[in-house]
Structure formats: structure tokens, C-alpha cells
């Protein structure tokens, strides 16, 4: 159990399109999902926290015009990078967890690499 | 305030070897600490997690950390190196019941047959 589901796993895209990331929670209910960002060799950032149906939590000094997150239900979030740019290329990862299991434990994609051309 | 520092960012051992990767952490409340693997391309997989009650946690894949409040370390062991557990790992600590975890910088293990 506890699946997280993240799509697409590689993206290239040209310098000023949008790209969606998907996160789902296969097989149980998010209360909470994370997005993190992850530059080559370095440990994961927290970019923000999403609670269901309402606005994501946004770390310091991550735009949130630039990246875009929704939560739209207890199942999927999304990422939305807005205007990509060849310094947003990165990986990128989400994860997602269930209070109600009385855990606090971070179930996490496999992650989506992003190149901006 | 919570932070989590790893000693060497590289660590080789020799297959059938044992595996030491530390972990210490700074918190102002109880913590909870963390250990996932990544390999590459792929996202984490928690090895194993110390939340409360017994200090000797145990997890996936033969590894086990222990709690030491007084050395605030969350030390990762394994007994036998195999040439699967080449990867990295993650130390990470949440404290504060608010679900924001702090990852260390983490340790690349290479095993060497």
C-alpha cells in the first residue's frame, strides 16, 4: 500500500511553455502532499505543502506565480511550472501522506526530471 | 528549529562489509527521524522510521538505526554490505507535529565487490 504516482517521470520542453506535474495517491487519501525540488547532487527542498482544497503553503523564496500548485482533491495534486526557464530545469519530486493513518510518514514519487531548452 | 547534518557526503565499503552512515539532528521538541534511499533517477523509499517508544528501530533490506537522545544521532547500520545497497541516503527529521521534514544533505554508499 501507500503508492504515490508521479507523472511524467522526464520532461523537455522549450523555454517559456508551462508544464503540469502530477502527484496521485494510488491507494489512499492525501491530506497533505509536498513538492520538493532536488539540484543535482544536493539533498531535496521543500517547496510547498498542499492541504486539500485549499491554497498551498509556499516555503521562502520559491514564486508562486512561477509554480503553481494545486490540490484539487485527496487524491491528485499538481505542479504547474509556468514560463519555464533553462534554471528551472531540475528534479522534481512529490510526496504525499495520510494523517488519518495516525503516521507521519511522507510516501514519495519517483520523481520527474525536467529540461527547458 | 530542526536541522540534520550527515557525515560524508561519500562512503565506500567492500561487499560483506559493514555499513555505517551517520546521521545527527538539532531539534527543539521530540523528533521524528527518517531514513530513505534513493537510487538514481527514482524517487525515496523510506528504510525505516524512529517516532516513539523503542530506540532500536529496524527496516527494510537488513537495515536498522538507533535513537540517541543524549548524542541526538540517528546513526543507519547495516551488518553486510551488498552491492544493491549502493545508493544514496537521506536522514531526515520532522519535529513539531507540522509534517515539515528536514532532509540532510545526504550520503552516496558505493560497495565495492
Known amino acids: 500500500g501507500a503508492v504515490v504516482s508521479q507523472h511524467p517521470s522526464r520532461v523537455i520542453c522549450k523555454s517559456g511553455t508551462s508544464v503540469k506535474i502530477e502527484c496521485r495517491s494510488l491507494?489512499?487519501?492525501?491530506?497533505?502532499m509536498f513538492w520538493y525540488r532536488q539540484f543535482p547532487k544536493q539533498s531535496l527542498m521543500l517547496m510547498a505543502t498542499s492541504n486539500e482544497g485549499s491554497k498551498a503553503t509556499y516555503e521562502q523564496g520559491v514564486e508562486k506565480d512561477k509554480f503553481l500548485i494545486n490540490h484539487a482533491s485527496l487524491t491528485l495534486s499538481t505542479l504547474t511550472v509556468t514560463s519555464a526557464h533553462p534554471e528551472d530545469s531540475s528534479f522534481y519530486i512529490c510526496?504525499?501522506?495520510?494523517?488519518?493513518?495516525?503516521?507521519?510518514?511522507?510516501?514519495f514519487g519517483a520523481g520527474t526530471r525536467l529540461s527547458v531548452l | 528549529a530542526q536541522s540534520v547534518t550527515q557525515l560524508g557526503s561519500h562512503v565506500s565499503v567492500s561487499e560483506g562489509a559493514l555499513v555505517l552512515l551517520r546521521c545527527n539532528y538539532s531539534s527543539s521538541v521530540p523528533p521524528y527521524l527518517f531514513w530513505y534511499v534513493q537510487y538514481p533517477n527514482q524517487g525515496l523509499q523510506l528504510l525505516l522510521k524512529y517516532t516513539t517508544g523503542a530506540t532500536l528501530v529496524k527496516g527494510i533490506n537488513g537495515f536498522e538505526a538507533e535513537f540517541k537522545k543524549s548524542e541526538t544521532s540517528f546513526h543507519l547500520t547495516k551488518p553486510s554490505a551488498h552491492m544493491s545497497d549502493a545508493a544514496e541516503y537521506f536522514c531526515?527529521?520532522?519535529?513539531?507535529?507540522?509534517?515539515?521534514?528536514?532532509f540532510g544533505t545526504g550520503t552516496k554508499l558505493q560497495v565495492i565487490p
Open positions: 491507494d489512499f487519501q492525501a491530506t497533505t
Open positions: 531526515a527529521v520532522e519535529s513539531g507535529g507540522y509534517q515539515k521534514v528536514t
Open positions: 510526496s504525499a501522506s495520510d494523517r488519518g493513518r495516525g503516521e507521519n510518514i511522507q510516501y
